[in-house]
């Protein structure tokens, strides 16, 4: 099942309940929240207080990626506000196999994500008690980039790996995707997305919402 998360950190902040409802009301599956430090990638974005804030207009799970140094230092924080999958990336942190079993404990699904340079063989050791992987198919920091060809082979990579440990786990992608390329990506093993400047960069969400599951689903 194709699913998109619309990415919050291209939507109109100064209306950013009125965004989030937007794209709930336009088929969206999740809403990913972009967590920045300045340190892990060179950017600054939002913590738990707009997660929290978030969770108040919609129904729908929050995605909410945390590009981070030390996250294990702070999921308690965004699982408390709302968060429902936590993804921390493998490079971020020492001890990934703790992160995620910390994930788990709070009751929230785990995520692992990988940057563009990043072997999908750091995931071996903990492709079993993930519920996503998130390939980067730009490098982490700021919407609106291209996408990264080389990103399908890695996706491909890991469809295998999944397949092979028997895992369940969602496979999503982030960076560059739109309605001219999603289909290759999604014919690679990725089946969700997500999809900041495509969607929020539109002029009818729902119809952009649509024509991203319809490519995807080709």
């Known amino acids: 099942m194709i699913k998109i998360s619309p990415s919050i950190l291209s939507a109109d902040f100064a209306e950013l309940g009125a965004e989030v409802r937007a794209v709930e009301a336009g088929g969206a599956d999740y809403i990913h929240i972009d967590v920045m ?16 804030a978030v969770k108040a207009v919609t129904e729908l799970p929050l995605d909410v990626h945390l590009m981070i140094e030390n996250p294990e230092c702070y999921i308690p924080e965004f699982a408390a506000a709302g968060a429902d999958i936590i993804t921390v990336h493998a490079e971020s942190t020492v001890h990934l196999n703790a992160t995620v079993a910390e994930i788990k404990k709070l009751g929230k699904k785990a995520g692992v994500s990988l940057n563009p340079s990043t072997p999908v063989c750091l995931l071996e050791e903990v492709i079993g008690e993930l519920d996503l992987v998130l390939v980067m198919s730009v ?9 990264i060809q080389s990103s399908t082979a890695k996706v491909r990579k890991v469809r295998k790996m999944l397949d092979e440990a028997g895992s369940k786990a969602e496979l999503q992608v982030d960076g560059g995707i739109k309605i001219s390329n999603i289909a290759e990506v999604a014919a690679a093993g990725a089946d969700v997305f997500v999809a900041g400047s495509a969607v929020y960069g539109s002029d009818d969400y729902k119809a952009t919402i649509e024509a991203l599951k319809n490519a995807a689903a080709k």
């Open 37 to 52: 430090d300045g340190h892990f990638v060179p950017n600054i974005t939002i913590g738990p207080f707009i997660v929290k």
């Open 139 to 147: 490098n982490p920091g700021f919407s609106g980039q291209s996408y």
